[in-house]
């Protein structure tokens, strides 16, 4: 059964980048029916996908945030990562890694519990 | 870019009653693809329903999912008091604004 867990500073200052990592245990990350994605969530708001990763290296960003993001798979690690960079206030949210299982009912299960990362100077 | 919209935005019902949670989205889609979550504060979203009605795994009876086109619900066939949390469905990348469930 696959778990996952966000590592990484919990405060970052403004305009520097924030950078998580995500430990896979139970399974792979280079299994080939799964993508791996971060979901942020601003504290008392909704949800916003950041991006998903293939164990390949391929990514895909949301494209309001394409501009900042970037993320790394390590497959030796079991462990991929975010950067975002030049983070402001806004970005002050809990951050979640998550397994994205694709087509053909595609679904983020299981997630992370979860880490609070707050932009402050 | 697809929008989902929820409503309402908070439904208060009391324990042993019906919830009907609604997502409506601003072009028609797949089925496939619309998935709902419940969120509990202080923890992860947990996947409910996924391809619009099939229940994930270990998810009680009482959740059923529905719905094609523009049109999607999530019912709660009687709620117990574990179930108050906000509930969110998401399609692709897209999220909707949630529906919080409160005891009434």
């Known amino acids: 059964q696959l778990q996952l867990q966000e590592s990484g500073p919990g405060l970052v200052k403004p305009s520097e980048t924030l950078s998580l990592t995500c430990t896979v245990s139970?399974?792979?990350?280079?299994?080939?029916?799964?993508?791996w994605a971060w979901i942020r969530q601003p504290p008392g708001k909704g949800l916003e996908w950041i991006g998903n990763?293939?164990?390949?290296?391929?990514?895909y960003y949301n494209p309001s945030l394409k501009s900042r993001v970037s993320m790394s798979v390590d497959t030796s690690k079991n462990q991929f990562s975010l950067r975002l960079s030049s983070v402001t206030a806004a970005d002050t949210a809990v951050y979640f890694c998550a397994t994205a299982e694709m087509a053909p009912r595609p679904r983020f299960d299981p997630w992370g519990q979860g880490t609070l990362v707050t932009v402050s100077s | 870019e697809i929008v989902l919209t929820q409503s309402p935005d908070t439904l208060s019902l009391s324990p042993g009653e019906r919830a009907t949670l609604s997502c409506r989205a601003s072009q028609s889609v797949s089925s496939s693809y619309l998935v709902w979550y419940q969120q509990k504060p202080g923890q992860a979203p947990r996947l409910l329903i996924y391809g619009a009605s099939s229940r994930a795994t270990g998810i009680p009876e009482r959740f059923s999912g529905s719905g094609s086109g523009t049109d999607f619900t999530l019912i709660i066939s009687r709620l117990e008091p574990e179930d108050f949390a906000v509930y969110y469905c998401?399609?692709?990348?897209?999220f909707g604004q949630g529906t919080k469930v409160e005891v009434k």
């Open positions: 998401q399609l692709a990348w897209t």
């Open positions: 139970g399974g792979s990350i280079s299994s080939r029916s799964y993508h």
């Open positions: 990763i293939y164990y390949s290296g391929s990514t």
